[in-house]
């Protein structure tokens, strides 16, 4: 009787655990990921961008990785790191993903990666570049296929000084992203001797930018640093050149001021130099594939979030082929994410031991609708990784 309860209890908790299972470790043979992206808001054509990517690459392994189907599970995430935890939550505990893929904004990005971190769930942040999810949140299930923020703020930083430039106002959104892409221009531009002179924000995402723009022209810093990106960047080189700044006071920006946003700049973004580590003209075979591809299946042109969709994808297939399609194996996933040279289209990059791309940054400058590369402004940079223990 006893060892028949006993029994009994083991294949009630047996049970219980099969239904806690992610989906592809019950089995079932689909590998479930779990899309939380913004499809509203300023930030929503960078996760429309990042879809199609991530799904062009799959489509291109002929709709399977590892020989598992993939089945996804979106979420809107707005953008809003108020309802991050609750959207994160549902993607882990009710639907029971295998891995996330998400997601744009830094602050809810965060919320992401706490969960990951709490839960072990697989993590694959394709945009967000909050220093933290590769610093002091990094955890070996976590990873990017993206940027830090601090990474195109450090390279621009160099640049503007090495142009001569010694004094500078910065102006972005007040939150992590901002803050962070600001904090590697300053380490870079005041190593160099430069001055910030004011450190002008709003909080994300607002675009009046107006008292700002005042502000910046009574000011008459040598130049500008700003981060901006999707809607909001739309309108801010918009203002900037209506106010007569253009022309005055050279405008500079982590390239996401100009990505995916120059139909809608028109000519009031020519000439604007940024750094990011995408272009529109890198002319490499395996770009131009990527490019072509894309513009095939959406009919539009692929930008820097494509990308790093595109390159999600890619690591989740590294990892899923050295854990032979067992997403459970999380050691071997995460041992071939860390050993895999990502052959993306930006130029083939490694991951540093804290998972983030260790990536040139170019130089890019805007003419005919395009971020044309004119050079490389920081060769193989790698985040700092403050306060990862890994
Ligand atoms: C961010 O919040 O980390 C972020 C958002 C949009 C970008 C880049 C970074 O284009």
Same mark, same amino acid.
């Given at each position: 009787?006893?060892?028949?309860?006993?029994?009994?209890?083991?294949?009630?908790?047996?049970?219980?655990?099969?239904?806690?299972?992610?989906?592809?470790a019950?089995?079932?043979?689909?590998?479930?990921?779990?899309?939380?992206?913004?499809y509203?808001?300023?930030?929503?054509?960078?996760?429309?961008a990042?879809?199609?990517?991530?799904?062009l690459?799959?489509?291109?392994q002929?709709?399977?990785?590892?020989?598992?189907e993939?089945?996804?599970?979106?979420?809107?995430?707005e953008?809003?790191?108020?309802?991050?935890?609750?959207?994160?939550?549902?993607?882990?505990?009710?639907d029971?993903?295998?891995?996330?893929?998400?997601?744009?904004?830094?602050?809810?990005?965060m919320?992401m990666?706490?969960?990951?971190?709490?839960?072990?769930?697989?993590?694959?942040v394709?945009?967000?570049?909050?220093?933290?999810?590769?610093?002091?949140?990094c955890?070996?299930?976590?990873?990017?296929?993206?940027?830090?923020?601090w990474?195109?703020?450090?390279a621009?930083?160099?640049?503007?000084?090495?142009k001569?430039?010694?004094?500078?106002?910065t102006?972005?959104?007040?939150?992590?992203?901002?803050?962070?892409s600001?904090?590697g221009?300053?380490?870079?531009?005041?190593?160099?001797?430069?001055?910030?002179?004011k450190e002008?924000?709003?909080?994300?995402p607002?675009?009046?930018?107006?008292?700002?723009?005042t502000?910046?022209?009574?000011?008459?810093? $040598? +130049?500008?640093?700003?981060?901006?990106a =999707?809607? %909001?960047?739309? @309108?801010?080189?918009k203002?900037?050149? /209506? &106010?007569?700044?253009?022309?005055?006071?050279?405008?500079?920006?982590?390239g996401?001021?100009?990505?995916?946003?120059?139909?809608?700049?028109?000519?009031?973004a020519?000439?604007?130099?940024?750094?990011?580590?995408?272009?529109?003209?890198?002319?490499?075979?395996?770009?131009?594939?990527?490019?072509?591809?894309?513009?095939?299946?959406?009919?539009?042109?692929?930008?820097?979030?494509a990308?790093?969709?595109? $390159? +999600?994808?890619?690591?989740?297939?590294? =990892?899923l %082929?050295a854990? @032979?399609?067992?997403?459970?194996n999380? /050691? &071997?996933?995460?041992?071939?994410?860390?050993k895999?040279?990502?052959?993306?289209?930006?130029?083939?990059?490694?991951?540093s031991?804290?998972h983030?791309?260790?990536?040139?940054?170019?130089l890019?400058?805007?003419g005919d609708?395009?971020?044309?590369?004119i050079?490389?402004?920081?060769?193989?940079l790698?985040?700092?990784?403050?306060?990862?223990?890994?």
């Amino acid at each position: 009787m006893k060892i028949r309860t006993l029994a009994l209890a083991a294949c009630a908790a047996a049970a219980m655990t099969a239904i806690a299972l992610p989906a592809a470790a019950q089995g079932n043979g689909k590998i479930k990921v779990g899309l939380m992206l913004p499809y509203t808001g300023t930030f929503a054509a960078l996760g429309t961008a990042i879809e199609n990517g991530f799904r062009l690459y799959i489509a291109e392994q002929g709709g399977k990785l590892a020989g598992r189907e993939i089945e996804f599970v979106k979420v809107d995430d707005e953008s809003n790191p108020a309802k991050a935890t609750d959207n994160v939550n549902k993607l882990v505990k009710r639907d029971n993903v295998d891995v996330l893929v998400g997601t744009v904004h830094s602050g809810v990005a965060m919320a992401m990666a706490k969960v990951a971190k709490d839960t072990g769930t697989l993590l694959i942040v394709p945009n967000a570049g909050a220093d933290a999810v590769t610093g002091a949140m990094c955890s070996p299930n976590i990873f990017r296929s993206s940027f830090s923020n601090w990474q195109p703020g450090y390279a621009m930083g160099e640049v503007m000084a090495k142009k001569g430039h010694k004094t500078a106002v910065t102006i972005t959104w007040k939150y992590a992203a901002g803050d962070e892409s600001v904090g590697g221009f300053k380490d870079a531009f005041q190593k160099a001797g430069g001055k910030v002179v004011k450190e002008l924000s709003l909080p994300f995402p607002n675009v009046e930018f107006q008292a700002l723009l005042t502000e910046i022209a009574a000011l008459k810093p $040598d +130049a500008v640093y700003t981060f901006f990106a =999707g809607g %909001g960047a739309v @309108k801010f080189v918009k203002d900037y050149a /209506a &106010a007569g700044l253009k022309k005055s006071i050279p405008l500079y920006g982590a390239g996401f001021l100009t990505d995916g946003t120059l139909n809608a700049q028109g000519a009031d973004a020519d000439g604007l130099l940024t750094t990011l580590h995408y272009g529109d003209s890198l002319g490499t075979p395996r770009d131009n594939a990527f490019r072509l591809a894309y513009a095939k299946a959406y009919k539009l042109q692929p930008d820097v979030y494509a990308v790093q969709g595109y $390159d +999600a994808a890619q690591m989740l297939a590294a =990892g899923l %082929g050295a854990a @032979k399609g067992n997403v459970s194996n999380k /050691a &071997a996933f995460t041992e071939g994410i860390r050993k895999a040279r990502i052959d993306s289209p930006r130029g083939a990059f490694m991951l540093s031991k804290s998972h983030n791309p260790v990536q040139d940054i170019y130089l890019r400058q805007v003419g005919d609708k395009e971020n044309k590369v004119i050079g490389v402004a920081s060769k193989a940079l790698a985040d700092p990784a403050r306060g990862c223990r890994m």
